[in-house]
């Protein structure tokens, strides 16, 4: 069997940070099956409580769609702006009728590969980071090969965004997508 090309190795890689980063902040990471896949879910979150600043929900879900790129992203100062290829996927993260919130994780990588991943005995690093947004709202697009999006630079995938945002959904108070 060959190697991995290398977008693939850049897709393992969100997967990798995903875990890393919700098993920190306390939560499991299930990657999602061929039928959740083909639904626009790469990975499910699951998160118990109590939450700090947390609602009446005990235990939350959330449904993430990953991404990964090499592209240095347009920045507009407040925002990265992310290609999101394929109407259907923008469609099923936009959707307000689903009862598991939906978010898109994309993970910025640097351009050149060997600098991705680095490791001692001290440490192992992944270079740069991931954000999220959430695309419940958004507005249809008429493009029928995807759509740009915008993706808050304050919207870091970390441990603590991560535990507030379980906090958030503990109660039902949903992220939904701001326009810039």
């Known amino acids: ?40 879910v790469d990975a499910e979150l699951t998160a118990w409580g ?11 879900n959330l449904k993430i769609q990953l991404k990964a790129t090499i592209q240095t992203p347009p920045d507009d100062g407040l925002h990265y702006s992310y290609f999101l290829r394929g109407v259907k996927r923008y469609d099923d993260l936009r959707q307000a009728t689903v009862s598991v919130p ?22 192992l690093i992944l270079r740069r980071c991931a ?3 959430s695309l419940r709202g958004a507005p249809p697009t008429d493009n029928d090969t995807g759509v740009t999006v915008k993706i808050p630079k304050a919207q870091t995938l970390t441990p603590d965004d ?6 958030r959904l503990s109660r039902r108070d949903i992220p939904v997508y701001e326009a810039p």
């Open 50 to 60: 109590p939450f700090t600043n947390g609602g009446y929900l005990t235990e939350i």
């Open 131 to 133: 954000y999220w947004v």
């Open 162 to 167: 991560l535990a507030a945002l379980a906090a």
């Open 102 to 123: 939906r978010l898109l994780v994309v993970l910025f990588l640097p351009s050149d590969a060997d600098k991705w991943l680095s490791h001692s005995e001290d440490e």
């Open 1 to 40: 069997m060959p190697p991995l090309i290398l977008q693939n190795v850049e897709a393992e890689l969100s997967y990798a940070y995903l875990h890393a980063v919700a098993s920190r902040a306390g939560m499991e990471c299930r990657t999602g099956s061929r039928h959740e896949d083909n639904a626009g």
